[in-house]
């Protein structure tokens, strides 16, 4: 990709199913813009990368940055993807189908482009500036509405022949277990998700055992935010502190598997369930690991919470640029 | 390590509980000579050493072959291993501790020499020159005694800061179940190892309901090998084929964790098990993993049984040395 290379800025972006994010970098990665918009996805594909142009430029602009000073440009966004071409095949959250990204950007930004799935530009991102900085096997798993997954081996991202893998969220930890969006049973993701939790909090709630989240919510499992659940658990909801706990010790026994597989240094937690309470996480994701994995692997693996939050997916997406 | 390439030869070592084996190869990897010994390990450190070079020296002049004309060893042997430094930590079946191998043949031999975990020395012959040769990304699971896992990723065999990993066996599959070896409770070797399913088979051959097994080898653990499960299945032993199927399939319930996670494009399949009853082990993971891993992944794996059989150990060791 060396011919391409001129500018030393770098636009990262991640694309989300209800947000986006443009950031501007300098050739430290020292972040200079940000821009956020909401993605849309209802109102197409067409509009949705106006969307997309919009947000890059206007963080441009804010960085003091033009087009022709532009080294490249990542791209994390949810799956699956052509990774080698670059093209979103399907994106459930957005309605988009065989979006040919990597070569618009290309065309808009004459410059070097990566599309990456979200999870693996999240723990990139975390490998390179992160909670697993430089280190050399790197395992993120990111708990939100989804699990994602994602891992960085001797710096390269763990990845399918023309797939994003590491899909921890669809681990088994439950033989016959509920029923996973996936359409398998027993994946922990059907169990530790947001939205599996809130489903199990809000029949807590309906059954008269969750006041807190009862009045903060009600039991529409959309209005159940990880904060929501933070909130109902600082407000005396044993029975939601009950569930959050069981999900991320079961998010753990999960995560004990690939500990089993790839020995990990690090194991980094994010996510809006780990943002939102990062100590109920961290604590029982080691403990199902020392409860499960193998002990010479468990002792040797650290488990901590993410370090760049929000900017991790676009961060990591603009990074692994760098090494193609 | 290019300083000390001189001949042209590999010598290919496979240091198993009860037996071990050199073998000789050429340039091409084709195998020269094999010599087979009883590893004998109550004997103690020294005089396994000493059989050990025996073997390799017999091997050499079968082969026709002298120690100035050796490119290379490679050693599979059972874990856990210092990768880098070569040393033997501990090998419970031949209570060896803490032996410099890495550094004994390299003074022997005068030549390259590499250490390996079996199971991965076991994956790496199989991508090479056996039934995963040269796929992106090939997952080996060995069935035998114990269930010993590797992975041959990119080229490269998936490993730990500093030892081997990918611990298919240790893939918990039962939350709660059997105990391990390890210490944990519900890995798949407590469930489907040979001898987790000859403690099965002798409690059916106890209990009346497997007769042929009865006949073959009584009630004693120690007795019922693969091949004993085999030909009791064969000789009509129902329950026996019950539990060798259901073994097989929890295995493949297992490696559905490792499809999720490493999007393999080959499953291999050996070990004493596999080798005794290759098609249902090989039908009955592919059930696995088609009901349990996510679909797209599923689709995309080939599973098979090894090629190499009882070679694949000590070729997959002695060929690792070249990418070195």
């Known amino acids: ?186 994946c922990v993701e059907a169990i530790a998700s947001r939205l599996s939790i809130a489903a199990a909090a809000s029949k807590a709630a309906f059954r008269g055992e969750a006041p807190k989240l009862l009045e903060l919510a009600g039991t529409d499992i959309e209005r159940i935010k990880s904060t929501t659940l933070y909130e109902a658990i600082r407000g005396g909801d044993k029975a939601v502190e009950k569930i959050v706990k069981d999900a991320a010790y079961q998010t753990g026994i999960a995560l004990a598997g690939a500990v089993n597989l790839l020995a990990p240094d690090v194991i980094v937690l994010g996510g809006g369930l780990v943002e939102a309470m990062p100590d109920i996480f961290v604590e029982n994701v080691k403990a199902a690991i020392n409860y499960q994995a193998m002990s010479s692997l468990a002792a040797n693996v650290k488990v901590t919470s993410a370090k760049l939050g929000d900017d991790a997916v676009a961060m990591g997406a603009a990074a692994w640029i760098e090494q193609l």
Request: aromatic share 6%; proline share 3%; with cysteine.
């Open 1 to 186: 990709m060396g011919s391409e290379k001129k500018g030393k800025y770098w636009v990262g972006f991640d694309l989300g199913g209800t947000k986006m994010m443009a950031i501007i970098m300098n050739e430290d990665f020292k972040i200079l813009s940000r821009i956020r918009k909401k993605t849309k996805g209802y109102e197409g594909v067409k509009l949705g990368l106006d969307r997309m142009m919009e947000t890059i430029k206007e963080a441009l602009v804010e960085a003091k940055v033009i087009i022709k000073e532009i080294r490249g440009v990542g791209v994390g966004c949810p799956g699956p993807l052509d990774l080698d071409k670059g093209i979103l095949i399907e994106t459930p959250n957005l309605k988009w189908k065989n979006v040919e990204l990597k070569s618009i950007l290309k065309k808009e930004f004459d410059s070097d482009v990566a599309i990456l799935n979200d999870a693996d530009a999240g723990v990139y991102g975390e490998y390179r500036f992160g909670a697993g900085k430089n280190q050399r096997c790197v395992i993120g798993a990111f708990c939100g509405t989804g699990i994602g997954g994602g891992c960085v081996y001797e710096g390269k991202i763990i990845r399918g022949k023309n797939s994003s893998c590491m899909e921890i969220g669809h681990l088994p930890v439950v033989p016959m277990g509920p029923l996973c969006g996936c359409g398998k049973k027993g």
